[in-house]
């Protein structure tokens, strides 16, 4: 069968034929239709995630959407390795597959799964959302982070700060939902008191998808708010502005601040694609809105380099290739 095929570390993947996976009797074979970047695929085929097998070569692609032998369409997720969803056909344990509801397409299905899971795990697994509270998304400016403010709103969140670098992007998400914008300045001391300013007001839960500096300033701004101020959820899920950072011990001490992640290995796989059966339904009655462009996967190389974290790549699946 044809796949993208990961030859070794930092390499591109190649569009080219691969061994196709032999079911077993937990498992069901699946006709991909469509399966999109992410970058969690990214960060697996490089072979830097905490996740990767670090064996190659392989497929690439965590999930995807496709049609059973009976010709339903499904939803699913984490093919066993060396196997992944880019290909022409696909083997998952049958505890990994969801249906799909009628309302979302195989190509908006595929690209709002893996970036929209992140946030509704985060928000329902991890910190256990109540309504009314104040979410505040660091990283805003992403598929992933737009979906948060999205997502945030629909499970109830009272109030919705976002976060980015990019003015533009926060115009948009403004647009999306968030009531607060914060601009992220290079100036230390600005970007902590914005911080500090929102802190006081009362923050119940912070997802960060940057990591890094910002993450830094939001921690001791929240540390700094006091002992009175209200104990903050502060969920880790992406580290796109750097994987480590310097946290002083006295900012945990000093508050109530609970420090958590999410992801593959913090919320279980099977509550993982709950989560995701989840957000597609609401995808249906809520609207979500994401940003994605497609291409046939034979184009994998081209597509790869020019992917941008603004909008989804998906592509789309040809067994007649």
Known sequence: MKAAIVIGPG????YADFAEPQPSATDARIAVT????SPLVKSRASGAHYSSSGDFPFIVGIDGVGRLD???????????????????RAVVPRAQILALPDGVDDLTAAAIANPGMSSWAALTERAKIKIGETVLVNGAAGTSGRLAVQIAKHLGAGKVIATARNADALVSVAKLGADVTIPLVDNDA????????QFAEGVDVVLDYLWGKSAEL???????????????RFVQVGSASGSAINLPSAVLRSSAIELMGSGIGSVTVARLVGCVGELLRATVD?????????APLSDVADA??????????VFRVDLAS
């Open 11 to 14: 390499q591109t993947p190649v």
């Open 34 to 37: 469509a399966a999109a970047i």
């Open 70 to 88: 009976d010709g339903s369409r499904v939803y699913f997720a984490l093919p066993q390795a060396p196997f992944g969803s880019m290909a022409q």
């Open 190 to 197: 600005v970007l902590e008191r914005s911080f500090a300013a």
């Open 218 to 232: 939001l921690l001791i701004a929240a540390a700094k708010a006091g002992p009175d101020a209200i104990p903050i």
């Open 286 to 294: 809520s609207n979500f809105q994401i940003a994605f462009r497609t």
């Open 304 to 313: 790869w380099l020019s992917d941008e974290s603004a909008r989804r790549t």
